[in-house]
């Protein structure tokens, strides 16, 4: 039995803990938040509270800590359970900067702990069936790839006094909301360099402390032109979010809301297969989040304590991400204006 204990009993804390209690070979422990428990919605788990992490840390045995609190707060929380002899499970993004995921990694080497880095978008059937083409060079030399997440994230989600919209705990639309396509891009098609990149402000004044939009181009350092259209500004509700291969041997296009659908499969010799339907996506009412796979990473997390498994998700490939964000801000940097407004003159984030 592989014991858990939760920090941050937010939206996916929770998750955390239901696929916990509902995995035969975990078991949850503890739950820590800085909320009174009374706000967190969580009567029906019957395990000890905690006020904090250095609490939770210091009460029952465990396994594996992981780490549902926000961004800004993923490395120094990572590395306090590493200090205290846990695995941890890291959601996304692992930190805000490649600085700190060094430092967990250096900290997980030194106590001999694995991390996993939550990046469940993976274990969609469209991620996995293109994956697999790509690592048998089915594609050929890939030319071009072109990532498009246009999704809607306004007043409903974007509340005052929360940590979403904070430079400091939220790190801007990148880690926040599509550091899940940029890992798919990466686990793909790897590394990119001669990044450029542009940010707007369209609609989210006094609402964030960064942009809501940008338009990315680089190269792969394996070779072909990659480029990353986002926006959050959409209108209502998320519209897509798409990978579209142009490539030696073929085309394809997976899109939908959440990349869950192959849109187009047009290859040299080859006939698609047909998928097992993708899970729906997290809901959380007004809006809507990436796939609901968690269960499959406690699975995984379980293999790799118990069975000497390897993480989906390992926190080398947790910190790549981080650096190509971090080096797509870096491009272009801006503040906003008090007013909200970009401020025209580069300066640092
Ligand atoms: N994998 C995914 O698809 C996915 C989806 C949504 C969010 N996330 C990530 O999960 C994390 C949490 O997001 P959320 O939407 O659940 O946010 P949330 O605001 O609902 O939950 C965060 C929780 O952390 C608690 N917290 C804040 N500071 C704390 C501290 N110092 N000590 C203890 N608890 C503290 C808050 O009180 C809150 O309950 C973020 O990093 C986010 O990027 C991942």
Same mark, same amino acid.
């Given at each position: 039995m592989v014991r858990f204990g939760v920090i941050g009993a937010g939206h996916i804390g929770?998750?955390?803990a239901e696929m916990i209690e509902r995995n035969a070979?975990?078991?949850?422990?503890?739950?820590?938040?800085?909320?009174a428990k009374e706000l967190l919605d969580i009567e029906k788990y019957q395990v000890p509270f905690y006020s904090n992490l250095e609490s939770l840390l210091a009460g029952?045995?465990?396994d594996v800590l992981c780490v549902a609190t926000p961004n800004g707060l993923h490395a120094s929380h990572a590395l306090?359970?590493?200090e205290a002899k846990k695995h941890v499970v890291i959601e996304k993004p692992m930190g805000l900067s490649r600085a700190e995921c060094e430092n967990v990694i250096h900290k997980a080497m030194t106590v001999h702990k694995m991390v996993f880095c939550v990046m469940q978008n993976r274990y969609s059937p469209p991620s996995e069936w293109i994956k697999s083409i790509i690592d048998q060079g089915i594609l050929g030399k890939i030319f071009m790839v072109q990532v498009n997440c246009y999704w809607n994230r306004d007043d409903r989600y974007y509340k005052k006094g929360g940590w979403k919209g904070s430079q400091k705990l939220d790190g801007g639309t990148l880690f926040t909301q599509f550091s899940h396509f940029i890992d798919i891009m990466y686990w793909l098609? #790897?590394?990119?360099?001669d990044i450029k990149a542009t940010f707007a402000d369209f609609n989210h004044s006094g609402l964030t402390e960064f942009e809501d939009s940008g338009t990315v181009n680089f190269r792969f350092v394996n070779g072909g032109l990659g480029c990353i259209n986002y926006s959050t500004g959409v209108w209502d509700t998320n519209f897509e979010s798409s990978l579209t291969v142009i490539a030696e041997n073929g085309t394809i296009k997976i899109g939908g809301q959440y990349m869950n659908e192959v849109e187009y499969c047009h290859i040299k010799n080859y006939t698609m297969p047909q998928l097992p339907p993708a899970n729906p996506a997290n809901d959380y009412g007004?809006?809507?989040?990436?796939?609901a796979n968690h269960n499959y990473i406690f699975d995984?997390?379980?293999?790799?304590?118990?069975? #000497?498994?390897?993480?989906?998700?390992?926190?080398?490939e947790g910190l790549k991400v981080v650096e190509i964000i971090e080096n797509i801000y870096k491009q272009n940097p801006f503040l906003k204006s008090k007013s909200g407004a970009l401020e025209g003159v580069l300066q640092t984030r």
């Open positions: 929770k998750r955390h070979d975990a078991q949850l422990v503890g739950i820590a938040d800085s909320r029952p045995e465990f306090a359970g590493l098609f #790897g590394d990119v360099s007004p809006y809507k989040g990436s796939a995984n997390v379980v293999d790799a304590i118990t069975q #000497g498994g390897m993480p989906t998700t390992n926190a080398m």
